[in-house]
């Protein structure tokens, strides 16, 4: 089955500075690739996600890059704000079977 | 649209104790995917239906099971409660339209059981 790993585990930025998280996977077969927010206590909220025919996705600050030969991916944030706050949740998977990765916790300091 | 729901939202159980969860789709939703989440563990994926049938499973043991009604709600049980099934149970939907291309699963707030 698939196996997706995820680094860091946190990750602390200075506000206005630009994040990456980054994730591996190892079936090729996957074709969807999404990430998730959450927050304590909050259920997860999607973010952004990729298709495999995809290579790049952006939406106004948060990107997402696909690498199928080298079977990675990774979030960009850019200008983060304390609100970005939160877990963040790489996924892989194929239809609606997902594996997550195991979470980065980012914490955006004032 | 209103949102996935799930009920209840917190539950306190006593080992080998049985459990449902029940989950309620957005409108218009025809796939229920369940998730255990644990500090541990992470996010694992439990099982998917469609259409009242299972279409994906995970690496759980058959204590845990779970159905799909014709209105696309879902529930699942726990029996023989153990301590580690103390965790978020998150159930997400999406459309479910074709069975081979990637929906976007929306999550609902989750159940979260205490097995003591």
Redesign the interface.
């Known amino acids: 089955?698939e196996n997706v790993e995820q680094h860091p585990s946190t990750l602390s930025v200075q506000e206005g500075d630009s994040a990456v998280i980054k994730c591996t996977y190892s079936d090729s077969a996957s074709?969807?690739f999404?990430w998730?927010k959450q927050e304590l206590g909050?259920?997860?909220?999607?973010i952004i996600?990729i298709?495999s025919n995809v290579g790049e996705k952006k939406d106004q600050r948060i990107a997402v890059t696909l690498n199928k030969t080298a079977k990675h991916f990774s979030l960009h944030i850019t200008e983060t704000q304390p609100e970005d706050s939160a877990v963040y949740?790489c996924?892989g998977?194929?239809?609606?079977?997902?594996?997550?990765?195991?979470?980065t916790q980012l914490t955006v300091l004032p | 649209k209103a949102g996935v729901t799930q009920t209840p939202r917190y539950l306190i159980k006593t080992r080998g104790q049985q459990v449902t969860l029940s989950c309620s789709p957005i409108s218009g939703h025809r796939s229920v995917s369940w998730y255990q989440q644990t500090p541990g563990q992470g996010l694992q994926f439990l099982f998917e239906y469609f259409s009242e049938t299972q279409r994906n499973k995970g690496n759980f043991p058959g204590r845990f099971s779970g159905r799909q009604f014709s209105n696309s709600r879902s529930e699942m049980n726990v029996s023989t409660l153990e301590l580690g099934d103390s965790a978020l149970y998150l159930c997400a939907s999406s459309l479910g339209v074709q069975w081979t291309l990637p929906d976007t699963q929306y999550f609902g707030p989750g159940t979260r059981l205490t097995v003591l």
Do not use: C, E, M
């Not at chain 1, 239809?95 to 979470?103: E, P, W």
């Open positions: 089955g074709n969807y999404p998730y909050k259920r997860p909220q999607l996600d298709r949740f996924a998977g194929s239809a609606r079977q997902l594996t997550f990765g195991s979470g």
